[in-house]
Antibody, heavy 122, light 111 residues
Framework: QLQLQESGPGLVKPSETLSLTCTVSGGSISSSSYYWGWIRQPPGKGLEWIGSIYYSGSTYYNPSLKSRVTISVDTSKNQFSLKLSSVTAADTAVYYC??????????????WGQGTMVTVSS | QSVLTQPPSASGTPGQRVTISCSGSSSNIGSNTVNWYQQLPGTAPKLLIYSNNQRPSGVPDRFSGSKSGTSASLAISGLQSEDEADYYCAAWDDSLNGLLVFGTGTKVTVL
């Protein structure tokens, strides 16, 4: 059974870069044609899609975050990662990694990590 | 940044039917399929409905989805206490080179 697990620092200083990794277990990130996504949720607020990456490396980013976001994949480690630069308090959120239910689809995420809380504060 | 509008809250007594609306535009719901998620407190979202009206395996048939034009709806029939959660619609938006947009979210309360 495929599982996703986010990891990374829970506290990031303003203006620095937030870095998170999603480790995929129970299956290979490169064995099938899936996009892998990052979604975040500020405390008490709704969901926001950050971006998605295909196992080969092609990416889609939310235009509102595109200038600060980099999503990459490391097939040798069965991981994909998120980097968000120049963070502010507005980037404080629970960050989820997720995979859609269908190959070649970007939405309809049916497998989610448990989420990791990242606080931006000095 | 939500471009899909949902009512902030909905409620019903056990056994009742509750409907949640999701209003969008021609660039999202009007031209792409809609998915619905259920989020219980403190947990990750769960895919409830995909492709407008399809239920993943394990989702009770009390949950149903529909779409018409630039709006979509999620219906919960035979409301149960465990249905108390936040519900979000989502759809791909073709504007700005494409992005996935979520609804504003609806809190369902079982009275």
């Amino acid at each position: 059974q495929l599982q996703l697990q986010e990891s990374g620092p829970g506290l990031v200083k303003p203006s620095e870069t937030l870095s998170l990794t999603c480790t995929v277990s129970g299956g290979s990130i490169s064995s099938s044609s899936y996009y892998w996504g990052w979604i975040r949720q500020p405390p008490g607020k709704g969901l926001e899609w950050i971006g998605s990456i295909y196992y080969s490396g092609s990416t889609y980013y939310n235009p509102s975050l595109k200038s600060r976001v980099t999503i990459s994949v490391d097939t040798s480690k069965n991981q994909f990662s998120l980097k968000l630069s120049s963070v502010t308090a507005a980037d404080t959120a629970v960050y989820y990694c997720a995979r859609p239910r269908q190959q070649l689809a970007i939405d309809a995420f049916d497998i989610w990590g448990q989420g990791t809380m990242v606080t931006v504060s000095s | 940044q939500s471009v899909l509008t949902q009512p902030p809250s909905a409620s019903g007594t056990p056994g009742q039917r509750v409907t949640i609306s999701c209003s969008g535009s021609s660039s999202n719901i009007g031209s792409n399929t809609v998915n619905w998620y259920q989020q219980l407190p403190g947990t990750a979202p769960k895919l409830l409905i995909y492709s407008n009206n399809q239920r993943p395996s394990g989702v009770p048939d009390r949950f149903s989805g529909s779409k018409s034009g630039t709006s979509a709806s999620l219906a919960i029939s035979g409301l149960q206490s465990e249905d108390e959660a936040d519900y979000y619609c989502a759809a791909w938006d073709d504007s700005l080179n494409g992005l996935l947009v979520f609804g504003t979210g609806t809190k369902v309360t079982v009275l």
